[in-house]
């Protein structure tokens, strides 16, 4: 399994490229620039097989709209998020210009501890409330893609509409429970290790 990481748009987000030896494809979070994502794409032969939403806050679903267009795949978000997708002031879209996609079968929303596979590999999807209400982290061994939740030193605001700070400590210990040597691939900025956070993230102490 190899992961492309592309950091896009001003707020350099991360968007995660994932894919395997049979150049099937993934992506966590496309940000932004949805015509450098379908270059990585296409440089790589990669055929896409879905897309999955941390959340959806404008600067993670940037080039959403676009991709949906391009690529007949399904797009996986969590239940309680449908909601802040659509919703302008709760995805920050309307500060953002952030052209949102029409509603559509390829949104299919999942539950915590649901999983998927991904050729060989097993995905299972985390709820993760407290920077929005159906926030999700992405476990795929050795790896969970955390978006706005937990961060290299740091967490997610919880100062936007919908955020809960009880609610992302509980949800970044949830994520300090998997084994340490798991890597952490947040939205934005370094990646980290479980045991990393669970000794140095000011936070979690």
């Known amino acids: ?22 150049k099937e494809a993934f992506i966590i979070d496309p940000a932004s620039n949805g015509d450098k994502i379908k270059e990585v794409l296409d440089a790589n032969h990669l055929d896409l097989k879905f897309i999955i939403l941390t959340h959806a806050h404008g600067d993670h ?48 929303t ?9 050729g060989q590999e097993t995905l299972r999807f985390i709820h993760c409330p ?11 061994k050795p790896c969970l ?7 290299c030193g740091s967490i997610g605001r919880t100062d936007f509409p919908g955020g809960n700070y009880p609610e992302i400590i ?5 994520l300090t429970s998997y084994p340490a040597d798991t890597i952490i691939l947040p ?3 370094p990646r ?11 936070f979690l102490a």
Do not use: R, W
């Open 145 to 151: 893609f955390t978006g706005d939740t937990l961060f």
């Open 61 to 108: 679903i940037g080039a959403l709209a676009e991709l949906m267009e391009a690529y007949s795949v399904p797009v996986y978000l969590h239940k309680e998020e449908l909601a802040t997708l659509y919703d302008q002031d709760m995805s920050l879209s309307s500060l953002m210009n952030i052209n949102l996609p029409e509603k559509s079968s390829q949104l299919v």
């Open 130 to 140: 407290g920077h929005t209400p159906g926030g999700m982290s992405i476990y795929i």
């Open 187 to 189: 939205g934005h900025g």
């Open 170 to 174: 509980a949800s970044c210990h949830k």
């Open 192 to 202: 980290s290790l479980v045991s990393q956070e669970k000794m140095m993230n000011p």
């Open 110 to 118: 999942v539950e915590d501890g649901q999983e998927i596979t991904f």
């Open 1 to 22: 399994m190899k992961i492309e990481t592309l950091i896009l748009g001003p707020y350099e987000t991360n968007c995660y490229l994932v894919h395997n030896e049979e």
